[in-house]
């Protein structure tokens, strides 16, 4: 059974970092594209970035370009997201999701709850 | 970045009725659109991929089509599990990944 959990949300103040991870089991981590996805509170969801199975290649959304960092360790079987610069419209739930059948998004973990605030 | 419009924002449908929700892309995406059902404090599940493949388990009551850049996904016979916000998405050209701004579907 495919399981992704996240993990590293919490409160932070504007202008600060924050690391999060998702852990990945029951399936071969290194074979598949991972992304994460963000929600705002009461809002709809935006791709935030994705990073390829060998972790030689990213993407980020436009908003946090600069700013946030996909990585990969695939002996860990993890997925991170380091956020630096965090502003108050990053405040949101952050999905892993993985890749299947060229879905960007087949698999979805259970989310993690970022809140940037002073 | 290929924009998804999703319509209506609000769908009131009574238990056992047909729902019908509409995704249209500002450009062709070919069959490249995904359907995502979301229930409060919980996250996205994956229904239809390839605008009408159901993904696995998910019932026969929740049915896909379209192509290009008009979409449709219909729930048969409204279950009460099934009151929910859905989602769109394109996979077609990306990144970006391109999510529509959901319809709930609400009980009448």
């Known amino acids: 059974e495919v399981q992704l959990v996240e993990s590293g949300g919490g409160l932070v103040q504007p202008g600060g970092s924050l690391r999060l991870s998702c852990a990945a089991s029951?399936?071969?981590?290194?074979?598949?594209?991972m992304n994460w996805v963000r929600q705002a509170p009461g809002r709809g969801l935006e791709w935030v970035s994705y990073?390829?199975?060998?972790?030689?290649?990213?993407a980020y959304a436009d908003s946090v370009k600069g700013r946030f960092t996909i990585s990969r360790d695939n002996a860990k079987n993890s997925l991170y997201l380091q956020m630096n610069s965090l502003r108050a419209e990053d405040t949101a739930v952050y999905y892993c999701?993985?890749?299947?059948?060229?879905?960007?998004?087949?698999?979805w973990g259970q989310g993690t709850l970022v809140t940037v605030s002073s | 970045e290929i924009v998804m419009t999703q319509s209506p924002g609000t769908l009131s449908v009574s238990p056992g009725e047909r729902a019908t929700l509409s995704c249209r892309a500002s450009?062709?995406?070919?069959?490249?659109l995904a359907w995502y059902q979301q229930k409060p404090g919980q996250a996205p599940r994956l229904l239809i991929y390839?605008?009408?493949t159901r993904a696995t388990g998910i019932p026969a009551t929740f049915s896909g089509s379209g192509s290009g850049t008009e979409f449709t996904l219909t729930i048969s016979s409204l279950q009460s599990e099934d009151f929910a916000v859905y989602y769109c998405?394109?996979?077609?050209?990306?990144?970006?990944?391109?999510f529509g701004g959901g319809t709930k579907v609400e009980i009448k």
């Open positions: 999701a993985r890749e299947t059948r060229r879905v960007p998004s087949y698999y």
């Open positions: 029951g399936f071969i981590f290194s074979n598949y594209e």
């Open positions: 990073i390829t199975s060998s972790g030689s290649n990213t």
């Open positions: 450009q062709s995406i070919s069959n490249n």
């Open positions: 390839g605008a009408s």
């Open positions: 998405q394109q996979y077609n050209n990306w990144p970006p990944l391109t």
